[in-house]
């Protein structure tokens, strides 16, 4: 099976974190999101000891909610003394909800409104990563006002192309994140942060791109980023105490996907960033990952019932189920691959290609297309794998549907973390 926590039970049915997800879905009905809570925990443990072990005492993975953000995960978090990457005030306002203490929260955007630099001024978020001479000059006149010092990491682009979907390759000169260290811009702006006062500036960010298998982009990245702490040694006799390296690295969503080890890859990246330390004369920055595909992906699972069974002889078979592109919008954005199994039927070879479908009235609401499982009748279950990032948290209304619950499997048993949606609850804010 794809990910270790799937297999098929003596049913026949598909299991994820060893329960079975037919029962489940009688259970708590359909579309149903499932994540396996044990895995998350024992995924954050892994980057949390590797990113510790091999980047220095004091290092610390930020987990990265846009990936995925409710309150019961970022309970598991804050138990667990992870660090979180959060965008918006509803990032950070859920983590609150949660008890969450924001000081160890890295707050990004490339477009923060005032209100927000308000908010996460009053709530004491830890970081503020700031991205433009804009953001710092506001946050140098509202931190003023307000009689706060917030410590700062620098957004830099670093001018590196990983080769992913042109929608999440952030490091290249051109994109709209960040500040390019190639240009100077840089550089002119942490001279003009060191001479604020009301500002704390801790060090510099970049974030090369999303799904990344090699770790080659890693070490270019690692690589800018410490030649340019050299540099502002050199210049302003500034010595970055923190570097963060953003997320990025990839997650097989397929059996053909090369598997990988995050522990291995941050060794590696350690090992490229002891020799760099060493090359540069410099002393060891305190460094942050934000991984978020990477924590969730493979611990999350979507469950559809099947409606209707469509096949245009000749051309093309269509299997339509009850949720779509409102819930997992990736197949339609990005022509992003999944794994389907008909988890009622587990057990049985995958005999059938078709392209499954979702209920909006849109030809583009596809889940996948060509994929091959056991031929499916009315009210089986189709399970889509590696859900746990970016469906929940891309999910919408379109078509006005209710968004699916979340439930959390956690040793053997489970429980509701989202309620499902109501019909109630899409007409609560109309007037
Ligand atoms: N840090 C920063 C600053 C980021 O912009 C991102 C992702 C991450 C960390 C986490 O990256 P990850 O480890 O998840 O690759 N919606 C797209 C992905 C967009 C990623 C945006 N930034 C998708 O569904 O593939």
């Not at 702490?229 to 970055?240: N, P, R, S």
Request: hydrophobic residues 35%; negative net charge; glycine residues 8%.
């Amino acid at each position: 099976m794809l990910a270790k926590n799937v297999d098929v039970n003596a049913h026949g049915h598909l299991t994820f974190g060893g329960m079975d997800t037919v029962e489940l879905a009688k259970e708590y009905g359909t579309p149903l999101y499932l994540i396996d809570g044990n895995g998350i925990e024992a995924r954050a443990k892994e980057y949390m000891t590797a990113v510790e072990e091999y980047l220095g005492k004091g290092s610390h993975p930020c987990f990265a909610g846009k990936a995925l953000c409710y309150t019961d995960l970022y309970r598991t978090l804050e138990k667990m003394g992870m660090w979180i990457d959060v965008v918006s005030p509803g990032e950070f306002y859920t983590a609150k909800n949660a008890g969450f203490d924001l000081s160890r929260a890295m707050f990004h955007g490339n477009n923060k409104t005032d209100e927000d630099i308000k908010m996460a001024l009053e709530l004491g978020v830890g970081r503020f990563v700031c991205d433009s001479d804009d953001e710092i000059e506001a946050l140098h006149t509202i931190a003023c006002e307000m009689g706060k010092k917030p410590k700062v990491l620098l957004r830099l682009t670093p001018g590196i192309d990983p080769h992913t979907h042109k929608a999440i390759n952030t490091g290249t000169i051109d994109s709209k994140f960040g500040v390019p260290i190639e240009t100077g811009d840089a550089e002119r702006l942490v001279k003009k942060v060191l001479e604020k006062e009301s500002i704390v500036l801790m060090g510099f960010h970049c974030h090369v791109g999303s799904q990344i298998f090699e770790c080659e982009p890693f070490f270019e990245a690692a690589e800018k980023m410490l030649t340019f702490m050299a540099d502002m040694k050199a210049k302003f006799g500034y010595e970055a105490p923190e570097i963060n390296l953003g997320g990025g690295m990839a997650v097989p969503y397929l059996e053909s996907d090369e598997k990988i080890s995050y522990t291995e890859n941050i060794k590696a990246i350690g090992e490229r960033i002891d020799a760099l330390l060493e090359k540069l004369s410099l002393s060891r920055p305190v460094f942050y990952l934000e991984p978020g595909r990477s924590m969730v992906a493979d611990n999350g699972m979507t469950l559809y019932s099947v409606g209707t069974v469509k096949c245009i002889e000749g051309y093309k078979n269509y299997v339509s189920v009850d949720g779509g592109m409102a819930d997992n919008p990736r197949y339609a954005l990005y022509e992003a691959p999944y794994t389907l199994i008909n988890a009622s039927h587990a057990d049985k070879d995958a005999d059938f290609v078709a392209t499954v479908g979702g209920r909006c009235c849109e030809s583009g609401d596809l889940i996948q297309e060509n994929v091959r499982l056991f031929r499916p009748v009315r009210n089986d279950i189709i399970a889509v794998l590696t859900t746990g990032a970016y469906n929940f948290s891309m999910s919408s209304h379109y078509n006005r549907l209710p968004r699916p619950a979340l439930v959390t499997l956690y040793n053997g048993e489970s429980r509701i973390s989202v309620k499902r949606e109501t019909l109630e609850d899409l007409i609560k804010s109309d007037l």
